[in-house]
């Protein structure tokens, strides 16, 4: 055993996941490598997925199963690679014919090209360093063998001398690439070193190759040509062993309840957080880090600080490239954005400072828009499935929350999905004032006199303003309903609570807005659906002029027989309007006299009541 050849710290570490209270067993993957054992033109695997996603456990273990240096067939007959993975009995006989043969058969060579270089600045220098603690191994594991400079003739050396071939675990290999310090050139010779370690050598009998950064987009382009490459773009074959599918989160949490039985942590916990990631068919694959954090501490939160700095996210999210910052808005709201992406790899890493060709500006933009998604889907801050990107999970939404925060233009935005929970508080309280002084204080404020407050401005600070009521509530926006198109119905996952409708006027008056629910028959065959709580509507008004909010709530029960009406004082101008005898007073409104004071008769009684 060895630092590089049979690494004797990946074997510690998978010992240490084995004991691990909430251990996935991932070994199957290792039936899937020996059906490529010594295949020519497909013996070399490149998997690249981001931070935390159990790369390097993967690594251990193959290092662990492979080598001659380790005893590890009592490790690993207690897994599943022991016992086959196909339902096909012949083919599940040979698995396991394969799973004797090669345990233990190789000397594997780990290389992890993040370690300790930190003084290096050339890729020669990097070599060395890894040539010094390998001929240090080979001193103790092959005394006879004569020991070289350069670390390609060691390996061919020992192959020819011993004609014993290797498998070749490279961890972290792209840090090279996204660091720094190394110019441009030394990256390229970096890229040639590692093809001539791997590419067409016959003491190669397998290549396990992982980082987070993809070999390149097009592999026609690439000097790496030589692996078969999986990221999170495009991996139909190997996606299920990294991160959690949902079969093995349910199985954990059946764990938990063995381990800790006063524990409030259930299935559908994680998944809100720690869930959506999506595989190629729409397997749902969860953050594996972040999951067993969860119930190793008993205790749901934001792991993703562990995963990988998060000033990462702030310096991807370009907001001056077109059109970034409004799908970011969009995708914070839950929604998904239609989007072909061109794949990230090596190649934007190491063109990121030569002239760009595009001359039409326009198709620039949306070129580095494609890349700067899909860097992003690279990197785990957003998921790609059916041609659609979105923010993975409430753990990743949180922290694109906070981009909000360090941008002035956005930081309203921020204020908003603050105070959402306290918006939503109030609505069910029916507080109507309230509601008015949390849109006032948390986002008129931040309101420049140029800005423009129209309709459909008005409606994306409703969607900040009730942000965490998607927790409860399946929010609609535009929705087809009754007669017309309601600005909002949020419909309750617990069909025994209140439905709510909200209709926003600008320059109008909540009154009206309340009326158009009325006419419209926003409520319409609620009942019907299933939904049994009572239902509120909210009239709201922006009056632009002076900066003011009002706000009008009826409650009616199921059986859309009013309960109880509370609202709060309109602008001096918004009551003229909707005075009877106002010489502003419209046809429209005279229609509905009958409700307006039957609001105003409930608000007195109201009052009256209060004295």
């Not at 001929?135 to 014993?164: A, F, H, R, S």
């Not at 290999?173 to 070193?193: A, C, G, H, Q, T």
């Not at 908003?416 to 004032?433: A, G, Q, V, W």
């Not at 459909?456 to 926006?477: C, H, M, P, S, T």
């Amino acid at each position: 055993m060895g630092f590089i050849i049979d690494n004797r710290n990946m074997y510690d570490k998978f010992k240490k996941l084995l004991n691990q209270e909430f251990f996935v067993d991932k070994s199957n993957i290792i039936n899937d490598f020996n059906k490529l054992i010594d295949k020519d033109g497909s013996n070399n695997v490149c998997i690249t997925k981001p931070r935390r996603f159990g790369k390097t456990s993967i690594a251990a273990m193959l290092t662990t199963y492979y080598s001659k240096g380790f005893n590890s067939q009592e490790i690993f007959d207690k897994l599943k690679v022991s016992k086959g993975k196909s339902s096909d009995e012949t083919e599940k006989k040979k698995e396991i014919k394969q799973y004797r043969e090669f345990q233990g058969k190789y000397h594997t060579l780990y290389f992890d090209f993040s370690y300790n270089i930190s003084s290096c600045k050339t890729c020669n220098q990097v070599k060395q360093k890894i040539n010094n603690l390998f001929i240090n191994d080979i001193k103790k594991i092959y005394p006879e063998t004569d020991v070289l400079n350069d670390i390609l003739d060691n390996i061919q050396n020992m192959y020819e001398e011993t004609g014993e071939k290797f498998i070749i675990i490279i961890d972290e290999w792209d840090y090279l690439i996204s660091n720094n310090d190394f110019s441009p050139e030394e990256k390229v010779e970096y890229i040639r070193f590692l093809k001539d370690l791997i590419k067409d050598k016959g003491y190669l009998a397998f290549a396990y190759m992982t980082g987070i950064t993809p070999i390149a987009k097009e592999f026609s382009q690439s000097t790496l040509n030589c692996f078969t490459e999986y990221s999170m773009l495009k991996d139909k074959k190997y996606y299920q062993y990294f991160g959690f599918t949902e079969q093995e989160v349910r199985d954990l949490c059946e764990k938990n309840k063995k381990i800790n039985k006063n524990s409030e942590i259930k299935y559908e916990k994680l998944e809100n957080w720690y869930n959506g990631y999506k595989a190629y068919n729409g397997e749902k694959i969860f953050n594996p880090w972040s999951v067993y954090h969860a119930l190793a501490d008993d205790r749901i939160e934001n792991y993703w600080n562990g995963t990988g700095r998060f000033d990462e996210l702030v310096n991807i999210i370009n907001f001056n490239i077109l059109g970034v910052k409004d799908d970011i808005l969009e995708l914070i709201k839950g929604n998904k954005i239609k989007l072909k992406l061109k794949g990230f790899g090596t190649e934007n890493n190491l063109n990121s400072s030569t002239n760009n060709k595009e001359t039409n500006e326009k198709k620039k933009e949306k070129k580095l828009k494609a890349e700067l998604y899909s860097k992003m889907v690279t990197f785990g801050f957003l998921t790609y499935y059916d041609g659609k990107i979105s923010i993975p999970n409430k753990e990743l939404e949180e922290k694109f929350i906070d981009v909000l925060k360090d941008n002035d233009d956005l930081e309203y935005y921020y204020n908003m999905i603050n105070n959402s929970e306290e918006m939503l508080k109030m609505t069910l309280k029916k507080n109507p004032e309230e509601i008015c002084k949390i849109l006032k204080n948390s986002h008129m404020e931040k309101i420049k006199p140029r800005d423009k407050m129209d309709h459909g401005n008005l409606k994306r600070v409703f969607e900040f303003a009730y942000f965490n009521a998607r927790i409860n509530y399946i929010v609609d926006e535009e929705v087809g309903k009754g007669k017309g198109i309601a600005d909002f119905i949020f419909y309750p996952k617990d069909k025994n609570e209140a439905v709510i409708i909200i209709e926003l006027k600008v320059n109008g008056s909540a009154k009206k807005a309340l009326k158009q629910i009325h006419l419209k028959e926003y409520y319409h065959d609620l009942k019907n659906d299933g939904y049994k709580g009572n239902i509120l509507l909210l009239g709201i008004n922006l009056n632009t002029k002076n900066i003011s909010y009002s706000c009008i709530i009826e409650e009616l029960d199921n059986k859309l027989k009013e309960i109880s009406v509370n609202e709060y004082p309109e602008s001096e101008n918004e009551k003229k309007i909707d005075q009877p005898n106002s010489k502003n007073k419209r046809k429209t409104d005279q229609e509905s006299d009958g409700i307006y004071k039957r609001l105003r008769s409930a608000t007195k009684r109201k009052k009256m009541i209060k004295k």
